[in-house]
Every structure is written in structure tokens, then in C-alpha cells.
């Protein structure tokens, strides 16, 4: 009987201390998106893996590594609606959860009170289905 509750306690333990272990309400979404952020911050983190991926794609390392960054926003696409919940809802949910910075396709920066949650601005929800949607304002190029 301790052995099943130890193994209870440290299940609910690393639960807590990694995100990635997932619980009985983890979707297959959650899941497939904490896989594919722990396989692209294991390449980045191991410069071999890195030069290896580089070499394969015929790029440079610092590209490669950059791309690998910024796939890490959105691995599997955006989070599906909730039940009950407007696909819009979702895309709030997400450009709250995920820190942006302004200028770059799918990437928006938030207005207001970034810690309030409850109360996300609606333009940056727009701004996501621009960029999406490869119709949103561009970042100045280099001149």
C-alpha cells in the first residue's frame, strides 16, 4: 500500500515540477505541442545535433537554430476551441500564454495589462490572423 502511494507522490510531484509530463486533462494538442518544444530546444541545445541539421538542410547554424526558436511559438498550429468557445478564443488564449514580440509573422505584442489575463486585447487576437494569414503589417527591412 506505501509503494502505490510513494508512486502516487512522485508521479504528482513531477507533475508539478515538469510541464511536459502531462495529466489526465493534457489533450492530444498539449501533448503534441510539449513533444515538439522539447525536440527543438534539445537540438538547439546541443550544437553537434544543431550542426548535424544544419549540415543536412545545407544552412547555416544560426539559421537553423533561429527557425527551430521560432517554430517553438506555435509547433502544432494553434490551440483548437475550447468546448463552448469561439475559435477567436483559442487564439487569445494563446497569444496570452506565449510571449511575443512585434514584427514577425504570427507574432504579435499585447496592449494593456499584460497580467491580466481575464481581459485580453482583441486587436492582438487580429493581428495573429493577419500574420496568419500573410496579410499583416511587415517589420521594417533592413535598409
Known sequence: MADKLRTQQELERLQAKYVGTGHPDTTSWEWRT??????????????????????????????VRA????KMVQPCGPPPPREGEEPAEGLRRQALRVGY?????????????HNDTTQPDVRAVETITLHQQGRGPQAPGPE
Do not use: C, F, M, W
Not at 514580440?101 to 495589462?113: A, D, K, S, T, Y
Open 101 to 113: 514580440i512585434i514584427g514577425r509573422p504570427g507574432v504579435v505584442e499585447l496592449q494593456g495589462n
Open 67 to 70: 527557425q527551430l526558436i521560432r
Open 34 to 63: 510539449n513533444i515538439a518544444r522539447d525536440t527543438y530546444s534539445s537540438i538547439v541545445g546541443h550544437p553537434p545535433h544543431l550542426a548535424y541539421i544544419a549540415l543536412a538542410q545545407n544552412e547555416p547554424a544560426a539559421k
